[in-house]
Nanobody, 117 residues
Framework: QVQLVESGGGLVQPGGSLRLSCAASETSFRFIFMGWYRQAPGKERELVAT???????TYAGSVKGRFTVSRDNAKNTVFLQMSSLKPEDTAVYYCYGAYGATMREYWGQGTQVTVSS
């Protein structure tokens, strides 16, 4: 069973930057889509950004222009560069991968991002 392992979360001040990484445990397990969702306390999980194997990207409106998603297909890793962070970006960020014709979903364990002064 392939696993997704996130890293890079933490505490940052408003206006700061963080970079999240997520690596799949098997480099040969090719995801069609990889990306990030987040869940803030008391709210539902929401899409942040995704990137296809062909590098096409989608973003939530609330992060467009501030966040950049990218992936390294050779290493089966996806990144989220977050800039101009706001307190409302505070959430647990989950790595996501969709595999195969059925788009079977795989999820990481989550990493906390806290934006606070």
């Amino acid at each position: 069973q392939v696993q997704l392992v996130e890293s890079g979360g933490g505490l940052v001040q408003p206006g700061g930057s963080l970079r999240l990484s997520c690596a799949a445990s098997e480099t040969s397990f090719r995801f069609i889509f990889m990306g990030w969702y987040r869940q803030a306390p008391g709210k539902e999980r929401e899409l942040v950004a995704t990137v296809s194997s062909g590098s096409s990207t989608t973003y939530a409106g609330s992060v467009k222009g501030r966040f950049t998603v990218s992936r390294d297909n050779a290493k089966n890793t996806v990144f989220l560069q977050m800039s101009s962070l706001k307190p409302e970006d505070t959430a647990v960020y989950y790595c996501y991968g969709a595999y195969g014709a059925t788009m079977r979903e795989y999820w990481g364990q989550g990493t906390q991002v806290t934006v606070s002064s």
